[in-house]
C-alpha cells in the first residue's frame, strides 16, 4: 500500500522522486514474496508512469516486463 501512495502522490505532483520511492517499495515487498500479483503491477504502473514522465521508452519496456510476471 505504501507504494501505491507512493505512485498516486507522483502523479498528482509530477514528481520523479515519488515514482522511485514506489519503485523502491515494491522492490521490497518483493523481497519477501516474489509471487505476489499486487506487487508486479505495482512496479510496471511505477516503471510505466515514470517512463512517460521522462519520456523515456526503456522504463515502459521494462514496465511491460514486469506486467508479465
Known sequence: LY???FNELG???NSE???LDAIGKFLQGLAINKKSPHLWHGLAYSHF???EL???VSLIEKACNFCAK
Open 17 to 19: 522522486s515519488m515514482f
Open 3 to 5: 507504494g501505491c501512495c
Open 11 to 13: 502523479r498528482y505532483f
Open 49 to 51: 508512469a515514470l517512463g
Open 54 to 56: 521522462k519520456g523515456d
